[in-house]
Nanobody, 126 residues
Framework: QVQLVESGGGSVQAGGSLRLSCAASGDTHSTYCMGWFRQAPGKEREDVAT????????YYAGSVKGRFHISHDSAKNTLYLQMNILKPEDTAMYYC???????????????????WGQGTQVTVSS
């Protein structure tokens, strides 16, 4: 089992920045792909970004490419999401996820990730 705990959400004005963190514990050596999903009220869940824990190019959704940066610190077992130039449409609950297979680009659902954090709210005001 793997436990994921997110932090770093909050409220910010448009154009601002936030950094989300996700601390992983437990059987972390069994996870090869980690990422961030988000879901806003009334909208479908969206794969924001994913990254391999043993290397490989990260994936970004088109809506965040060039503004968000995902990184993974294997020594700390921590995943990060640096979010810059935030927009009101970035408002959502953000979830950290971990999977036991290697990353394979963007995901249309979260079914490939058996481990989820509790979520952290990001609110961007205009």
């Amino acid at each position: 089992q793997v436990q994921l705990v997110e932090s770093g959400g909050g409220s910010v004005q448009a154009g601002g920045s936030l950094r989300l963190s996700c601390a992983a514990s437990g059987d972390t050596h069994s996870t090869y792909c980690m990422g961030w999903f988000r879901q806003a009220p009334g909208k479908e869940r969206e794969d924001v970004a994913t990254i391999g824990t043993v290397g490989g190019l990260p994936y970004y959704a088109g809506s965040v490419k060039g503004r968000f940066h995902i990184s993974h610190d294997s020594a700390k077992n921590t995943l990060y999401l640096q979010m810059n130039i935030l927009k009101p449409e970035d408002t959502a609950m953000y979830y950290c996820v971990a999977g036991v297979r290697y990353c394979s680009g963007g995901y249309t659902s979260g079914a490939d990730f058996p481990y989820w954090g509790q979520g952290t709210q990001v609110t961007v005001s205009s």
